[in-house]
């Protein structure tokens, strides 16, 4: 079973960039399909985007849509999630996850039942 560790985390400002790193380990890591989200004080944790097993399939929330990017890197093996144009909502503890079933991944709300996940890395951006 793969196991995964985030980075990349800190403190930015609106409309600066950040690029998050879900490294991972494991005989099977290229089998899953692979995703992140986030939750922010208060709320529930969200979708955020994935990728799936073989790097050419993705998918975005609405809330971060042309202004994120997911990439895989399977001969690492990490995903990256590259953040443009941060806004103050963006602020939250990001995870990364990994599941087979690509269903099961993007759902929205998040299942709560996804085979692997990060303890996650903290992003806060100020205005």
């Known amino acids: 079973q793969a196991q995964l560790e985030e980075s990349g985390g800190g403190s930015v400002q609106t409309g600066d960039s950040l690029r998050l790193s879900c490294a991972a380990s494991?005989?099977?890591?290229?089998?899953?399909?692979m995703g992140w989200f986030r939750q922010a004080v208060g709320k529930e944790r969200e979708f955020v985007a994935a990728v799936d097993w073989s790097g050419f399939g993705t998918y975005y929330a609405d809330s971060v849509k042309g202004r994120f990017t997911i990439f895989r890197h399977n001969t690492d093996p990490t995903i990256s999630l590259q953040m443009d144009r941060l806004k103050v909502e963006d602020t939250a503890v990001y995870y990364c996850?990994?599941?087979?079933?690509?269903?099961?991944?993007?759902?929205?709300?998040?299942?709560?039942?996804?085979?692997?996940w990060g303890r996650g890395t903290q992003v806060t951006v100020s205005s």
């Open positions: 494991g005989p099977t890591f290229k089998d899953y399909n």
């Open positions: 996850a990994a599941d087979m079933n690509w269903g099961r991944l993007v759902a929205e709300p998040p299942a709560g039942n996804l085979e692997v």
